[in-house]
């Protein structure tokens, strides 16, 4: 885990490694992915297939680094966030694995229902991402006051 000391000149919470740092790092993936999905709906089918796999990839990436972070931090903190992971990760495993059956199948009626099922996925995705940026706002906040105020309680000693 990164130093949470600010350096000298700059604000406390705002050091490139720290809590706002990694929200600027979020908020970066998300426009890049946004640019990713805007710039697929105009390739031809061949493209955009190269694109799912590639963001499929980013994302287990990220479901691993996850969970690297996860047992690093699972000294400091509650059990919830473990089964958290684990039951976010079960979820994406059965989806990806029925969204994976249904792309063998080519009658019209069941890929139109496996893209219904996919546009919800996306949603259902998007809204626990949402939660999870909000969840990281408050988290950063929070972390910058504890910063703020042990900095005053150490001057205060002094």
């Given at each position: 885990m990164s130093d949470p000391t600010p350096q000298q000149n700059?604000?406390?919470?705002?050091?490139?490694?720290?809590?706002a740092g990694r929200l600027a790092e979020l908020s970066q993936k998300a426009q890049d992915a946004q640019r990713t999905v805007a710039a697929?709906?105009?390739?031809?089918r061949q493209k955009l297939s190269a694109a799912?796999?590639?963001?499929?990839?980013?994302?287990?990436?990220?479901?691993?680094r996850l969970q690297s972070s996860g047992q690093r931090a699972k000294e400091n903190v509650?059990?919830?966030?473990?089964?958290?992971?684990?039951s976010w990760q079960d979820h994406v495993d059965s989806v990806?694995?029925?969204l994976d059956e249904r792309k063998a199948e080519r009658d019209v009626k069941r890929l139109q229902h496996a893209a219904d099922d996919a546009e919800d996925y996306a949603s259902d995705a998007i809204d626990f991402a949402i939660a999870a940026v909000e969840e990281a706002e408050y988290a950063t906040l929070d972390a910058v006051l504890a910063r703020v105020e042990a900095d005053e309680a150490a001057d205060a000693v002094q």
């Open positions: 700059q604000a406390p919470g705002t050091t490139p490694a720290g809590p697929s709906i105009a390739e031809d799912v796999a590639d963001a499929k990839d980013k994302a287990e990436q990220g479901a691993q509650a059990g919830s966030w473990n089964q958290v992971q684990t990806r694995a029925k």
